[in-house]
């Protein structure tokens, strides 16, 4: 019976005090051992920090310097010259422009957005130039609403082949325009 009592104060002690401090010694040691794998990283990446910084000033200094928004005094300047820098993509690229309507000036976050929606005409693969144009134009502009429909023939025309037929299209670009209360606010 003492033998039985002294084993069940044993595994007592052993479940109440020791089993809990031998489990807090692994969890520690697990620790440990994850900050050993994650110090050669750490020190990889903190290596790399003075690398960073020079990449982000230049990429800053390149942003300072390159145009953001559209030139011009007043909203109706500002989308004459959108006008005309779309006029001449479209050209570029080989679309026809059908017709062009100004669509409402929109204010966002210290800029003017200025909106203008086209009806062009051409083949699919001058569409796709002329987005493409737009995607790396110079004040950024940005693409909506584009919509591109099949031109109807009548039937037994001959057509001149699948990549040239014509497809009308219908886009809305927009560029921003610094906001002049903005503007005149910065040193």
Do not use: C, W
Request: no cysteine; net charge neutral; aromatic share 4%.
């Amino acid at each position: 019976m003492a033998v039985s009592l002294l084993l069940l104060v044993l595994g007592s002690l052993y479940f109440l005090a020791i089993a809990p401090l031998v489990d807090l010694y692994q969890q520690r040691e697990a620790r440990i051992e994850d900050a050993r794998m994650l110090l050669p990283r750490l020190t990889a990446v903190a290596d790399g920090l003075p690398m960073l910084r020079a990449e982000l000033a230049r990429l800053q200094a390149a942003a300072r310097t390159r145009k953001i928004t559209l030139e011009g005094a007043s909203d109706a300047i500002a989308s004459a010259n959108l006008q005309s820098r779309i006029e001449g993509l479209a050209t570029a690229a080989g679309a026809t422009i059908g017709s062009t309507e100004s669509l409402p000036v929109e204010t966002r976050d210290g800029y003017r957005r200025i909106g203008l929606r086209f009806s062009l005409n051409g083949p699919y693969a001058t569409l796709v130039r002329l987005l493409a144009k737009l995607a790396d134009a110079t004040p950024p502009l940005v693409v909506d609403n584009l919509q591109i429909h099949g031109v109807l023939r009548r039937p037994g025309l001959p057509t001149a082949g699948a990549a040239d037929t014509a497809l009308d299209a219908g886009i809305d670009v927009y560029g921003f325009r610094s906001d002049e209360k903005t503007a005149n606010a910065s040193p």
